[in-house]
Every structure is written in C-alpha cells, then in structure tokens.
C-alpha cells in the first residue's frame, strides 16, 4: 500500500491511556522529505491527456486568441496604426494585456460549458489511513474543533469512521489561544473516544508558516498515514465527500492531489453574503472549465483537498528562495508551487468539480478582504521567481501565471485609466501638429473612430461578462439551482443587484490591490496574523482609516475629470462612485443588519439556507452546547490540575536547550514566578514571549499554581 510504513494506532480512551513520546501525537514515523531543486527536474514518467482535456484546451485557446485578435485588431483600427502617438501606443499595449486576461477567462467558462465532466474511479477506503490535518494559527478553538467533531460524527455514522483520525497542528504564538486549544483538543477526544483518534501538536517554532507546519507533520508522523485531507480552520466537509476523495485516490495510484471546489457558507454580514451568491452562481462554472482545461495538470488552494503523503513528501521539500523579502525566503502561497512539483515529479493532481458537500467561510467585510489579500499577493508574486522552474508542465506555469495577474490585473486597470486621462488632456490642451514632416504636401489628420470604440466597449463588456451570463443561465434554467437561490425571480435580481455593487466594490479594491503591489515591489514584507472569520460591527472610524485615501483619490478624478470633458467623466462615473462612496461601502459591507434583510426579501441566497445539511446543524449545535473556553488560560491552569497536567500531557516535550545558550525569556519567566507574593502579580509581570514558557513548563506552572489569588494583607 502506497506510503503506509507503519500500522495506524489505536484511539486513545482520554488522557491517562495517550502517553507517549510525542505527546498527543502519536509515536513518529518519519518520511524523507529532500529539498527540490529549482534548477533540475527529478526523473518523471509521461502521463496521458485524455481527448477531453485536449478538447478543453482547444475551445479554450481558440475562445481566448479569438476574442483578443478581433479586440487588438479593432483598437489598432480606431487610433489609427500608422499615425499612432506614443501614448496610444501605450494605452493599446496595457489595453491588449488586459484583454487577454478577460478573453482568457471567457473561453476557460465556455470550455466547461461545452466539455463533458471528467469522470472517477472509485474503490472502497477498506485498508487505508486518512489524517484530517487541520492546521491553526491563534483561530478559535471551539469552532475549529467542533467542525471536526461533526465530520468525524458523520463519518462514524456510515460506518467509515476506522479510515480516518484527526490531526491538529498548532502555530499558535498566544499562550492563552494555545491552552484554550489544548482544552479543546482534549474535550474532543473525550467526545471522540469510541468514534476515531484526535491528535493535537503545537510547533515550538513556527518556521515556515503554514507551510512548515504541514512539512513538519509529514516528515515525523507522515508514515502513518496513505493520505491526508487538508483542511483549514473554517473548513467543513460531508462525509460522502470525504470518503468519495479517498475511494478515487484509493483507485488511482498515480494522483498526488484531488481538489474539491469548496463553497461559500456561514457568513451573515451583506459583504460576506453578496460573495457567498456570486461564487453559488459563477463559481461552479468557472471551476468546471478550469478543470476541464488542466486535466492531470489541476491546481490545489490549500485545503479541502486530499494529498498522498507519500507523493508529497517525495516532491514537495520547498526551497527558500534567495534574496531578501519580499521575494525572497520561504514561500507564501506554497500551494500552488506543491500542485506544480507534485506533477513535476510525474503525479496526477486533478480537481474534482464535480463533488457537493465541501464547504469554507469568506471574509466578513471588505477590509477583512484586503487584510487577506496583502498576504496573498506577496505569494503570487513570489511565484515570479518560481514560474521558470524546471520541468514545470505548461499548464502549472498557466496556473502560476493566472495568480500572478490577479494581482497584476489592478495596476494595469490603474495604468489604463491614467493614459485615458492623458490622451484627453492631450487633446484637450495641445494643439495638434498636421505638417509635421518637412516639404509634407498632405496633413496627418488625427485618427479616432468613436462609433467604433463605442463597439469595442460593449463587445469588452460582454467578454468580461461572459462567465457570469453563463452561470446566470445555468442558475435561472436549471430548477434545483433555481428553487434553491432565490427563485424564478430572486435568481436574477440578485444577479443584477450583485453585478451593480461588484461594479462600485471593484474601483476600491483596484486601489487596494495596487497599493498592496507597490509595497511589495518597494521591499515590505507582510505580517503573519489570524484572520478575523466573524462578522463585527464596523465603526465609521475603521471603515475611514481604512478608505479616506480612496475617497479622495475618487472625488479629484471626477473633479479632473469633469472639467477635461464631461463626456470623460459619464465613461469613468462607476470607477469614481465607487472611489467616492468607499467609506460607506466599506461600513456597509461588514453590516449583518443589512446582510439579514437581503435574506428577508429573498436576495443573495445560498442553497444551504434553503435546505441546510446536517452536518453544518451539527457543526453549530456542537459550538452552541459547548462550555465557553476560559479567556486566561494561565490562570485557568493555574486553579485546575487535572486541565494543568492534561495540558502538559499532551503537549510536545520542550526542546533541549542548547548548552551556553539558556533561553532568556524561560529564565526571566522562572524569576518573575519565583518573586511573585500571589497570582495576580504574577500574572501581570509576565510577558506575552514568557507566558508561553510558562504554559510550556510543568515545573513553572505548578509554581504558579501554588500562588495565592491575591496578595497577603498585613
């Protein structure tokens, strides 16, 4: 059997029975996990294309030179190619990178319009080991935990619960966030004790982020397992998907990797809500073409995906990349690069576009958004200095070129819009040259067709469009998708109502994605930080911070605007409302008031609200029922020694220190305990970097645990 070393343990029966060396892990198995080199490709055997995916690839290519050869060919016609100035020039070349981009993405939806769904073998999970990993970093642990607990309830009801067990590998920095998830680990394996094994580590030295966190599991516990599904701290996922993701891994010993396309659920707020629609609607056909055109050569977004531990390990070492950061050190957006290497080394990774019952939550707001999308462009750009690697197939490069311009897209829009304003100042303040050649008989007269640049917009429109007009149709035509997403009616209102605000919402987040570009490119590296998953009220104070630059951006653009042709500024009213309007937008989008009365009149819905699965009514019966984790987890310990010696348990053992080198912070945390006359001293002395000694170190927190809750009077 592939990549199964050792034989799965048993489930533990709590705290007392899970004594082992590593804690609630159990005993390592380790895998070779080498360093890939950028520079020479590993030995690899060829994979056959099958004649849909050529066909795919077919539609979309002529789909995508089609529309870009008439587009580039009708701009050419209305400036005029011989008498071309510099910035028409420049306008026509950001002009056609930007059409590719759009023309690119209608003929990937038109291809999955008109190619058959990929079909999978499947055969029974019977002999295998599957690890739920769920990596977390400072997140919530009873929402994470009780998604797992409702995934391992539901595999146990089909009976496939043997299959699996849980894996929890923790990055957390904050002591308190790291006790409360021990807490948590611990009443879900009390939960979980007849069902399936919970395993729970956190990193002594989170090296990599996510990414070393994953290659940390494989190499010392990767042995035990043929597989794991990586999940993500807001992930969901039915059992039939879970164990469909096994049966046809199980089928095929050439895939590496199978990714699901996980569906927007869980979020309340209007923002959250409007995406939550659009990617119901769109989503699927634009994941259904990009996986009809990538056949064995499927990308993979970093859970809600199964892996073979064993391919992964032979071929997913990540180097550091040279250089300082930005650019350089360990990769980012890691997962792409992985679907890449995975292939590079002669493994299938496919998408499964097909498969229901995989679920993930979106940001909450706008700034939410863009707090995420600052980590996420650093990644993709990264991706420049590992889009030339040896031996990638095309279509990985295309993946990596397709995140690249994501980012890329929002600065060439930017670049557009400030030649269009050069060119009508040109024409508005300097006089044209006719006779510019000497001994010149006939004047060059300026060329502009109007009528046929009026015609190149509506045709870029309808291109831009095309994916959302296809998913329209899909969505009103069909009635399951109909019935469930507002009706007859509600489906395309909601489409047009979400087409409008995406149109005010998209000026805003050029601006914010041009910015996140510009910081990169100028040497700043982007912060590690929990992602904020609930919806809160935003104040007007947050939303200002966060958009006053945008609103003024916006009203001198119109102001410009208008005074160099009013003509100029009805072509740019969208881009500069939305400017204009940033602040309340940006309030608005956070806002579960406003998000609950769209569902009130029927607008923005998800099949999920129409008739919820019972794992998601699990999921959240679970977090509802569940006693509240305690906020100080130093001073819970402190009072409970049954949670005080369970939390050492199953922890890792402190790494050894190095003899010379003492760690500061266990040294100064060790005093500040030591002098302490009562708890709250103690408490308040110590900091953040010491209270991890502290929750690290069963002497300290015994120590601790003596103290009194308050000082001695007299």
């Given at each position: 059997m592939d990549g199964h070393l050792t034989p799965p343990s048993q489930p533990s029966g709590g705290t007392a029975k899970f004594l082992s060396p590593s804690g609630a892990m159990p005993v390592e198995a380790p895998l070779e996990m080498p360093v890939q080199d950028r520079h020479r490709a590993p030995p690899s055997h060829p994979l056959e294309t099958s004649p849909v995916t050529w066909l795919a690839r077919l539609i979309a290519a002529a789909a995508t030179l089609g529309i870009f050869g008439y587009g580039l060919l009708e701009m050419l016609a209305i400036v005029g190619f011989g008498n071309m100035t510099s910035l028409q020039a420049a306008m026509i070349v950001f002009f056609a990178i930007?059409?590719?981009?759009?023309?690119?993405?209608?003929?990937?939806?038109?291809?999955?319009?008109?190619?058959?769904?990929?079909?999978?073998?499947?055969?029974?999970?019977?002999?295998?080991?599957?690890?739920?990993?769920?990596?977390?970093?400072?997140?919530?642990?009873?929402?994470?935990?009780?998604?797992?607990?409702?995934?391992?309830?539901?595999?146990?009801?089909?009976?496939?619960?043997?299959?699996?067990?849980?894996?929890?590998?923790?990055?957390?920095?904050?002591?308190?966030a790291w006790i409360a998830e021990t807490l948590a680990a611990e009443r879900l394996r009390s939960a979980l004790a007849t069902i399936m094994p919970v395993r729970y580590r956190r990193r002594w030295h989170n090296i990599g982020r996510k990414v070393g966190n994953i290659e940390d599991f494989v190499k010392r516990w990767g042995g035990h397992y043929d597989y794991m599904i990586v999940l993500d701290a807001d992930s969901l996922m039915s059992p039939d998907t879970l164990l469909a993701l096994v049966e046809r891994m199980h089928a095929d010993p050439q895939l590496g990797i199978l990714q699901t396309v996980p569906a927007l659920i869980g979020q309340v707020s209007f923002f959250a809500r409007?995406?939550?629609?659009?990617?119901?609607?769109?989503?699927?056909?634009?994941?259904?073409?990009?996986?009809?055109?990538?056949?064995?050569?499927?990308?993979?977004?970093?859970?809600?995906?199964?892996?073979?531990?064993?391919?992964?390990?032979?071929?997913?070492?990540?180097?550091?990349?040279?250089?300082?950061?930005?650019?350089?050190?360990?990769?980012?957006?890691?997962?792409?690069?992985?679907?890449?290497?995975?292939?590079?080394?002669?493994?299938?990774?496919?998408?499964?576009?097909?498969?229901?019952?995989?679920?993930?939550?979106?940001?909450?707001?706008?700034?939410?958004?863009?707090?995420?999308?600052?980590?996420?462009?650093?990644?993709?750009?990264?991706?420049?200095?590992?889009?030339?690697?040896?031996?990638?197939?095309?279509?990985?490069?295309?993946?990596?070129?397709?995140?690249?311009?994501s980012y890329l897209a929002s600065p060439l829009w930017l670049m557009l819009i400030l030649i269009g304003f050069a060119l009508t100042l040109q024409a508005t303040l300097i006089r044209p040259e006719y006779f510019s050649k000497t001994f010149q008989l006939f004047p060059d007269w300026p060329v502009f067709d109007a009528r046929r640049m009026m015609m190149l917009f509506l045709f870029s429109m309808l291109v831009l469009l095309t994916p959302k007009m296809i998913g329209l149709l899909r969505g009103w035509l069909f009635p399951s998708i109909r019935r469930k997403c507002g009706g007859f009616l509600g489906v395309p209102i909601s489409a047009v109502v979400e087409l409008m605000l995406s149109a005010l919402y998209a000026p805003v987040m050029m601006l914010i994605q041009t910015e996140h570009v510009f910081s990169i490119l100028t040497g700043r590296d982007s912060e590690w930080i929990a992602q904020r998953r609930q919806a809160e009220v935003m104040s007007w104070r947050e939303s200002t911070h966060y958009h006053w630059k945008h609103t003024i951006i916006g009203i001198v653009l119109g102001v410009i605007a208008y005074l160099l042709s009013p003509t100029l500024l009805a072509w740019l009213s969208p881009t500069v409302a939305g400017l204009v309007l940033a602040i309340p937008l940006s309030k608005a989008s956070g806002s579960v008031r406003l998000g609950q009365w769209f569902s009130r009149v029927g607008l923005f819905r998800i099949p999920e609200e129409h008739e919820t699965p019972w794992i998601l009514r699990r999921r959240d019966e679970i977090m509802h029922a569940a006693e509240p984790l305690p906020a100080e987890g130093l001073r819970y310990l402190a009072r409970h020694p049954v949670e005080r010696a369970a939390h050492i348990t199953n922890n890792l053992a402190r790494p050894h220190e190095t003899r010379g080198h003492p760690n500061a912070h266990r040294l100064t945390a060790a005093a500040k305990v030591m002098q302490a006359q009562s708890l709250r001293e103690a408490l308040g002395w110590l900091s953040a970097p010491e209270r991890i000694e502290v929750a690290a170190d069963r002497e300290l927190l015994e120590q601790l645990g003596q103290l009194p809750q308050v000082e001695a009077v007299g």
């Open positions: 930007t059409l590719l981009w759009i023309a690119f993405s209608a003929g990937s939806a038109l291809c999955g319009l008109l190619t058959p769904r990929a079909r999978f073998a499947t055969v029974p999970a019977d002999g295998s080991r599957t690890a739920l990993v769920m990596p977390v970093y400072n997140e919530d642990p009873l929402r994470t935990t009780a998604a797992l607990q409702a995934m391992a309830e539901a595999l146990g009801a089909v009976d496939a619960a043997k299959h699996f067990e849980i894996v929890i590998v923790s990055d957390s920095t904050n002591a308190d409007l995406q939550q629609f659009a990617s119901r609607l769109y989503g699927g056909v634009i994941a259904r073409g990009m996986a009809s055109w990538s056949g064995n050569e499927g990308n993979y977004w970093g859970h809600n995906a199964i892996i073979r531990v064993r391919a992964f390990a032979e071929a997913c070492g990540l180097p550091q990349l040279p250089g300082r950061k930005p650019f350089g050190g360990f990769v980012l957006s890691h997962d792409f690069i992985e679907a890449a290497y995975i292939r590079r080394a002669g493994w299938k990774v496919q998408m499964a576009a097909d498969l229901q019952g995989s679920w993930e939550e979106g940001p909450p707001s706008l700034t939410d958004i863009a707090v995420r999308d600052r980590r996420w462009a650093q990644g993709n750009l990264q991706h420049l200095k590992l889009i030339g690697t040896r031996g990638l197939k095309w279509t990985n490069r295309l993946h990596l070129g397709v995140g690249i311009m």
